[in-house]
């Protein structure tokens, strides 16, 4: 399958289209990072919409924002420029949909808020494309797959992808093991659900040089079987956190304002390619719930990630940044406060092992106490993945833990001690 410019499908992918248009109406295409997923997903929703002239679809994500950027604004004219080149199109930025020169329209949407779902549920559509559906929860999914109901000479389809999350998850149940996600019963027409495992190995030719032999085969053997090898993974034994706890943790609805606010920072002091990550979380408190609002980790040089700090604290208006001294001393301080001078900010020293400061933090989560704005694919890896035998320095788990300890211990005008 070739077009004027020369582009063409992978063998993989050229086996992915023809599942997506099989006889059955539900596909999930998983697997590991950078594999070709999200870019197939979009061409075979731009090739249905073409062949129906003034069809309605629509690509979702958990957030609006992030569809947004990494869908309409990234992969769509990506596919746009290599696969349909001189498709004519107009963009509604307003409502975020675009209409081809068939007057089809292709929506994107969050799933996040009850603005984002009113708008999805008052429009019917042939074709439903959930990207990213790890991050979504299945009460939200079967939401939208109501208004999958718009009358065209398509078969009406709904697509998935994802990079695996634990055995626990949804989209495992419904698609591997083909039983009700709600239920646990087998499903009454498994034959409407398939899936296909692609991974970067396949979609080598389209990578950059040394993506696979450097930046996935560097990750941590778990990572390394979740984003290289798109395997769906067990807890593991010992394991404070499960993916199951996590999964009951989900909500995309936050309060109108919060009780206290904190950026929890574990920095990394060089930003070599050798450097750790500095992990950041933002996380909040409630009453006696507590929330995890954002990952905004990342891998860069004190200056990069004091910035990432700063604007984060802007963003969710945070009332404290308590960050691990251990390594840097008043380095770490320095260089926040040249970011941004009038950050209220704290220094901890971690006086007990990685375990004994984690534990109190899991015991919330057994409580039933804590809430995940959304999905943090990183951070709850390292959280399923720590136990006492763990010998890595988990930074986004180590970030999580000081925010966490500093809502339950520190309150205005108190000075701020864990050891």
Known sequence: MRSQNGFKLTAVQRDALKLLGGRSRFVLLFGGSRSGKTFLLVYAVLV???????????????????????????????????????????????????????????????LDTDEHLDKILGKEFATIYFNECSEISYKAVNTALSRLAQKTSLVNRAYFDC???????????????????????PLVFP???????????????????????????????????????????????????????LEKCRSAVLPDFFDRVVIGVDPAVTGNRESD??????AARK????????????????????ERVADGYRRWEADRVVAEVNNGGD???????????????????????????????????????????GRFPLLEEQMTGFTADSSSSPDRLDALVWAMHALLTDNPGKRFILS
Request: net charge positive; hydrophobic share 40%.
């Open 48 to 110: 249905r919409a073409l062949r129906a002239p003034g069809s309605r679809h629509i690509i979702l994500r958990f957030r609006g924002n992030a569809v947004r950027q990494a869908v309409m604004r990234d992969t769509f004219p990506k596919v746009i420029r290599l696969a349909f080149p001189g498709l004519r199109y107009s963009e509604s930025r307003a409502d975020q949909f675009v209409t081809l020169s068939n007057q089809s329209e292709i929506w994107f949407g969050g």
């Open 163 to 185: 990079n695996p999350a634990g055995k626990s998850h949804w989209s495992y149940k419904l698609f591997i093991e083909h039983i009700d996600p709600e239920s646990s019963l």
């Open 191 to 245: 034959q409407n659900y398939a899936s296909m495992l692609l991974n970067p190995e396949g979609n080598r030719e389209n990578l950059p040089e040394g993506y696979l032999e450097e930046t996935l085969a560097g990750l941590s053997e778990r990572q390394r079987q979740r984003f290289q090898l798109g395997v769906w993974l067990d807890d593991m034994t010992g394991a404070l956190w499960t993916f199951s706890m």
């Open 277 to 282: 990550e500095t992990g950041i979380v933002a």
């Open 287 to 306: 009453k006696d719930l507590f929330y995890v609002l954002d990952d905004l980790s990342m891998k860069g040089t004190p200056a990069q990630w004091a």
């Open 331 to 373: 380095l770490v301080e320095c260089v926040l406060r040249s970011s941004s001078p009038d950050i209220s900010y704290r220094a901890v020293r971690a006086g007990h092992g990685k375990i004994a400061r984690a534990e109190p933090i899991a015991a919330l989560y057994e409580q039933n106490r804590v809430r995940h704005a």
